[in-house]
């Protein structure tokens, strides 16, 4: 089977449906083409041959029985290693939870069981999360199929150069700032942010809770239209899921556009994207008008303020939740004389970056600074919330560039923190709000993929899937150069 | 339509937001970063405490650009969208066996979480 075959989610469940290959025979060749180019992408960091063929033979079985399939069914997917698949290794690509096996399935992994998606493995990221690179991974940066010298995005990394060196459709990641659609973009993938509440984080280890959200991610359009109706849905088992009713994403596909106000931003020079990309966003919003869209022009006044109210918001969250990995419950323990040792030398397997955000945190909190960065901060929010609402009731979308660059050299940002936040300052405004959000490739600059980034109301996942389905209609996938 | 009314000389520009202001005091001390590493369970050296103080004050100069924000009589927001905090149905569910939730443990006693002595004597 060609790996243009793992192209598209849809050729596969029409194929399995039909009985012109079976779950296994797919399953069997995207695992031949993970393990023939991980060793160079490092994409993933856990490859489970045996789940996945256990769980492609029984949807084989099933098929054979006459038994209704899932609408996944046969179709190989990768979960970012924060999220937990019963029986394989979650580390968050870090050393404190090097080795620990999850006891249990996220409720999004549940839910991909059930629709018949094939797990076969976990993808690299940045450490917990933290990172927009894949640099932070304590295992190694993943690569970027499209250049291996650059970096794939993140922490999202792993998931999206998954999904651009065609090892498998689909994939999960996670967005708590912009790592689902920054590496997307990168890879020249679809990856959507869904609203804060639209998929439960039960299973996904938490970075900042009042941001992180599971987000689909697809070689297509339609790949992630499917896959985000899998996992969306209330669960009783995370308080801040939402109830609200689900719409027909892939109903959207042939939806009319005509007449749908698209919110163009207005920015500085100072957060202006490089040239390069610039000329693409232009070049996309061309595409946009001839589809029938009417653009206007909106401002965001507090938009420049989004990514320092982003960066006490979330290591302040992270320094809280991360301080539970103190190898008492999980993962290895680094024994000392004492238990206050024992906790520091345990920690100490934290990475660089994970370091600096949980002390940054733990500062801002702090008896003293509290009101002056942490309350700042959430009244910043605020504005940041209304800032949208007005601007939403002039237009139904907002279209920016997704990250201000294409994916940059390896090793050109890791030494200065300021610099790697910048490469999320399009990405955190929504996340801020909680709005949906998706990235499409929009083209290439420099022989690299642009991405589109579509942010819309909340819970109106729809609207940007009608949207995204007909740019891409109009401009055809991105084929990245395939690595052999 | 241009998206973008005004251009920039040189893609570097776009990384100097706010040139931090050399002559302003440290925001944070090294004194300050080991009272926060002792808070955090974290221990560095001398050297890296050096290096994490310098990288701190570079962020927080950094966000102090929030000030410039009038934020009078707004209000915090915790969670961007309030309605989604709700209880669930009182029922009792089955849960993880006390095996599996102690499988990923270090150590464990008996069935339970063994951990270092926390009182100090005997």
Request: proline fraction near 7%; include cysteine.
């Amino acid at each position: 089977m060609s790996a243009a075959f793992l192209d598209s989610a849809q050729a596969i469940c029409q194929a399995v449906e039909r009985g012109e290959a079976s779950a296994l025979e797919i399953t069997q060749s995207a695992l031949e083409r993970i393990e023939a180019l991980n060793a160079r992408l490092r994409a993933f960091l856990h490859i489970d041959r045996e789940q996945a063929i256990a769980q492609a033979s029984a949807i084989d079985r099933a098929k054979k029985r006459g038994e209704a399939l899932g609408p996944l069914c046969g179709v190989p997917i990768a979960i970012k290693d924060n999220i937990c698949v019963r029986g394989m290794p979650t580390t968050c690509a870090s050393r404190v939870l090097e080795g620990w096996v999850a006891p249990y399935d996220a409720t999004a992994v549940q839910k991909l069981r059930k629709a018949g998606a094939v797990i076969v493995g976990k993808t690299n990221m940045d450490e917990f999360a933290m990172g927009s690179s894949n640099e932070y991974s304590a295992f190694g940066v993943a690569l970027n199929p499209w250049d291996l010298s650059r970096v794939p995005g993140g922490s999202s990394g792993g998931s999206a150069a998954a999904l651009a060196a065609r090892m498998t459709p689909l994939a999960l990641g996670s967005d708590t700032g912009g790592s689902v659609r920054q590496p997307a973009a990168f890879c020249g993938v679809v990856g959507l942010k869904p609203t804060y509440g639209r998929v439960s984080r039960y299973g996904l280890v938490a970075f900042a809770s009042s941001l992180d959200q599971i987000g689909p991610m697809a070689t297509d359009v339609d790949g992630c239209a499917r896959l985000a109706q899998a996992i969306f849905g209330m669960d009783p088992r995370d308080a801040t899921s939402a109830d609200r009713p689900i719409p027909n994403l892939l109903k959207e596909k042939d939806a009319p556009l005509s007449g749908l106000r698209v919110g163009v931003l207005r920015l500085r020079a100072e957060v202006a994207p490089e040239p390069g990309v610039e000329a693409c966003f232009a070049q996309a919003l061309r595409i946009l008008e001839d589809l029938g869209c009417i653009l206007i022009e909106v401002e965001l006044p507090s938009l420049e303020y989004a990514l320092a109210a982003y960066y006490i918001l979330a290591p302040a969250e992270c320094s809280s939740n991360l301080a539970r990995f103190d190898g008492m419950r999980y993962g290895p323990r680094v024994e000392s004389e004492n238990l206050f040792r024992t906790y520091c030398q345990t920690r100490a397997l934290f990475g660089k970056e994970v370091r600096r955000r949980i002390v940054l945190g733990t500062y801002v909190l702090s008896a003293g600074y509290y009101e002056a960065y942490y309350a700042k901060a959430q009244r910043a929010r605020t504005r940041i919330v209304h800032d949208f609402a007005k601007a939403f009731e002039k237009v139904d979308l907002i279209a920016s560039p997704t990250a201000p660059t294409v994916a940059f050299p390896i090793g050109s940002r890791t030494e200065d923190p300021v610099a790697m936040y910048l490469s999320d300052v399009y990405t955190l405004p929504a996340s801020l709000a909680g709005l949906p959000a998706i990235s499409i490739p929009a083209g290439l600059s420099q022989g690299m993929p642009v991405g589109l980034e579509l942010t819309g109301r909340p819970f109106e996942e729809g609207l940007l899937f009608r949207l995204a389905f007909a740019f891409e209609k109009a401009r055809p996938p991105l084929s990245p150069p395939l690595v052999a | 339509m241009v998206p973008f009314a005004s251009s920039h000389s040189t893609q570097k520009a776009f990384f100097v937001l706010n040139p931090p202001h050399l002559n302003m005091p440290e925001r944070v001390t090294q004194d300050e970063v080991r009272r926060v590493l002792a808070l955090a369970r974290l221990e560095l050296s001398d050297e890296e405490i050096a290096v994490l103080q310098g990288e701190l004050d570079a962020i927080l100069r950094w966000v102090e650009r929030l000030n410039a924000l009038e934020t009078e009589g707004v209000p915090p927001t915790f969670h961007a969208l309030e309605e989604a905090t709700r209880l669930r149905e009182d029922r009792p569910e089955a849960g993880l066996r006390r095996s599996e939730a102690l499988r990923g443990a270090a150590r464990s006693v008996e069935g339970a979480f063994a951990v270092p002595r926390v009182v100090e004597g005997e």
